[in-house]
């Protein structure tokens, strides 16, 4: 009787464990990297340098010391744009690069050249590029934010962006309000797909579906992989579907927003009319 007991208490740690390596592996990236190199104006690097990077996304800014090669990396980035500033040392004055975008699952360049010191006043650097190519991954994909998303003539949820991505189309899969849901990549169908949120996976474990189908003003950004993905997402034949919601900052902020469809373009019932619309030839109004 005690070997019995004992033995289905191991089986049950077994279990146990194997559940939760199960679940460590169906999370996903959260964030994102910024690395680069800091050099002077004759292309020598400068080492010992401290780098600093903040934004509205941090609590507070986060910083790192440059190695004998002049190279730097921080880690553990929320998706958004940041600036990263060398401090002032010995010979050199304080530059800094703004507006350096960071991506879901991305390694961002941001190489810094400062200048010799003496002059008075500081360096700005404003990157209007936006986010550089990764070198180091192979994924195919893309990702999109929310300053992309907001400006695309789509419907206003998430589920509306997975198909900008290449070999991502409809399915013909609608959720309970008729607007389409579990694209197919790459030939698969739509319940092959693999669907996470915020680092969790949320795809239905019994018919493989996607959760909720959340509106934009949720979203900070989505990370879309359709092949050459790593083995720890698992669970996927299909594409993996990466969205991550907006967090709070340090400042205060509101927004308000609104959305129209001409008649035209439509042939769905409007859930809000009103008179001053029709006057103008514009059908739906979706407040936000």
Same mark, same amino acid.
């Given at each position: 009787?005690?070997?019995?007991?004992?033995?289905?208490?191991? %089986?049950?740690?077994?279990?146990?464990?194997?559940?939760?390596?199960?679940?460590?592996?169906?999370?996903?990236?959260?964030?994102?990297?910024?690395?680069?190199?800091?050099?002077?104006?004759?292309?020598g690097?400068?080492?010992?340098?401290?780098?600093?990077?903040?934004?509205?996304?941090?609590?507070?800014?986060?910083?790192?010391?440059?190695?004998?090669?002049?190279?730097?990396?921080?880690?553990?980035?929320?998706?958004?744009?940041?600036?990263?500033?060398?401090?002032?040392?010995?010979?050199?004055?304080?530059?800094?690069?703004?507006?350096?975008?960071v991506n879901?699952?991305?390694?961002?360049?941001?190489?810094?050249?400062?200048?010799?010191?003496?002059?008075? &006043?500081?360096?700005?650097?404003?990157?209007?590029?936006?986010?550089?190519?990764?070198?180091?991954?192979?994924?195919?994909?893309?990702?999109v934010?929310?300053?992309?998303?907001?400006?695309?003539?789509?419907?206003?949820?998430?589920?509306?962006?997975?198909?900008?991505?290449?070999?991502?189309?409809?399915?013909?899969?609608?959720?309970? %309000? &008729?607007?389409?849901?579990?694209?197919?990549?790459?030939?698969?169908?739509?319940?092959?797909?693999?669907?996470?949120?915020?680092?969790?996976?949320?795809?239905?474990?019994?018919?493989?579906?996607?959760?909720?189908?959340?509106?934009?003003?949720?979203?900070?950004e989505?990370?879309?992989?359709?092949?050459?993905?790593?083995?720890?997402?698992?669970?996927?034949?299909?594409?993996?579907?990466?969205?991550?919601?907006?967090?709070?900052?340090? %400042?205060?902020?509101?927004?308000?927003?609104?959305?129209?469809?001409?008649?035209?373009?439509?042939? &769905?019932? %409007?859930?809000?009319?009103?008179?001053?619309?029709?006057r103008?030839?514009?059908r739906?109004?979706?407040?936000g």
């Amino acid at each position: 009787m005690k070997i019995s007991m004992r033995l289905f208490t191991m %089986s049950l740690l077994a279990l146990c464990l194997a559940l939760f390596a199960m679940s460590a592996f169906a999370q996903s990236s959260t964030t994102g990297s910024i690395e680069g190199t800091v050099t002077d104006p004759q292309g020598g690097v400068i080492p010992n340098a401290t780098v600093t990077v903040s934004g509205s996304n941090l609590i507070r800014p986060q910083t790192a010391q440059t190695d004998e090669n002049g190279h730097f990396q921080i880690l553990n980035l929320p998706p958004g744009r940041y600036d990263v500033m060398v401090g002032a040392i010995s010979g050199f004055k304080e530059t800094t690069r703004e507006n350096v975008e960071v991506n879901l699952s991305k390694t961002s360049s941001a190489d810094v050249q400062v200048n010799i010191g003496g002059a008075v &006043g500081d360096v700005t650097i404003t990157d209007t590029s936006g986010a550089s190519v990764d070198v180091n991954a192979n994924t195919t994909g893309t990702n999109v934010s929310s300053e992309q998303f907001s400006n695309f003539p789509t419907q206003r949820t998430v589920q509306s962006l997975y198909s900008i991505a290449p070999t991502v189309a409809r399915s013909g899969l609608r959720d309970a %309000s &008729g607007r389409d849901r579990d694209p197919s990549v790459a030939g698969s169908s739509g319940p092959e797909n693999n669907y996470i949120l915020d680092g969790v996976n949320t795809t239905d474990p019994a018919f493989g579906g996607s959760g909720a189908n959340l509106p934009f003003e949720f979203v900070q950004e989505v990370e879309i992989k359709t092949g050459a993905y790593g083995a720890e997402y698992g669970k996927s034949t299909g594409g993996i579907f990466n969205v991550i919601t907006k967090s709070g900052g340090n %400042s205060s902020a509101a927004m308000r927003s609104a959305t129209s469809r001409r008649r035209a373009w439509s042939a &769905g019932r %409007s859930s809000f009319r009103s008179p001053a619309l029709r006057r103008t030839g514009f059908r739906n109004w979706t407040p936000g």
